[in-house]
C-alpha cells in the first residue's frame, strides 16, 4: 500500500474508526462494575455477547482494554484511558439525544392545517376530534382558504398539512385522495328551477348567471372545467357558508358540495336540481410539499382522514 493510500485510510470516515456508542456504554459499565458478566445484565445482552462487542472493539483500536480474569473484569492502563474518553462521547451522546427529544417535543406539540372550505368546514372538525382524543396535548391551528391559499401555506413552511378540492394538485405539491365529493346544483323551493320536471342542460347552466365560489377555490376550478370555463357568476363569495346563505335566501342558483346541503335540503330550504351532459365529481386530497412526507401529529391526522 502506497503512503498516499495509508493517508487516504486514516483520514476516512471517523465511523470506521471510533466505536459504537454501544460498544463505550459497555466498557463504562465494566469499568464501574468491575465485572464483564454484571455490565452485560445491566446492558440487557447476554455475557457472549458482551465479550465479543469488547473484542472487536479491541481489534478496532488496536490496543487491549480489559484483563479477565476468574475474579473479575479490570481495565487495562490503555482501557483506563479509553474510557476516560468514552465517557465524554456518551456525555455527548445523552446531551444530543436530549436534544433531539426537545426538537421532537417541539414539533409534536402543535399542529398546522390549512384546508379549503368544504373540508375545513364538514370534515376537518370531526377528523381533529379525533386526534385530539390521541395527543391531546397537540396544539392545533386551522387556517381555512381556497385551494391556492392552501398551496401558498404549505410551501412557505407556515402549515404542515394541507387539504384541497379541485381536480388537480397545485405545483409543488405530493398528494393522496382522502375522499370523493360530488357537486350539485342547488336553488331556494321558490326558484323557477325547483318546479321544473326535467333537468337542467349543461348549456343552460353556463348561460344561467349562479352564486360562486371565487376564482382559485377547487368548487370553482371543478365548475370552470366542467362547463368549458363558461360559468357565469352572478355573485363571487368568498366561503361555503356565505354561497349557502344566498342561495336560500333566494338570490340564484348555487352550485356546491353535497357535503355541505345536507341539512339544508332535508329541510327543504334549498332543493337539488338535477342537470344533464354535465359531470362535477371531485377527489378530495390532502396535500404536502414535494418530497416532504408528514411526520408526527401531521402524519397522525393523514392517517386518521384514511381510515
Known sequence: MSNGEMDDQREGSIAHRVPDLGALELLLAVARLGSLGGAARELGITQPAASSRIRSMERQLGVALVDRSPRGSTLTDAGALVTDWARRVVEAAAAFDAGAQALRHRRDSRLRVAASMTIAEYLLPGWLLALRSQRPDTAVSLLAGNSTTVAERLLSDEADLGFVEGLSVPAGLDSTVIA????????????????????????????????????????????????????????????????????????????????????????RRLVRIPVEGVTLARDLRAVWPTGHRPTGPARELLSLTQG
Open 180 to 267: 370523493h365529493d360530488h357537486l350539485i346544483v342547488v336553488t331556494a323551493p321558490t326558484h323557477p328551477w325547483a318546479r321544473r320536471r326535467r333537468p337542467v342542460p349543461a348549456a343552460e347552466l353556463a348561460a344561467t348567471p349562479l352564486i360562486l365560489r371565487e376564482k382559485g377555490s377547487g368548487t370553482r376550478q371543478v365548475l370552470d372545467t366542467a362547463l368549458g370555463g363558461l360559468a357565469r357568476p352572478l355573485i363571487e363569495l368568498s366561503s361555503t357558508t356565505a354561497v349557502k346563505a344566498s342561495a336560500v335566501s333566494g338570490a340564484g342558483p348555487a352550485v356546491l358540495s353535497e357535503l355541505a346541503v345536507g341539512e339544508e335540503l332535508s329541510m
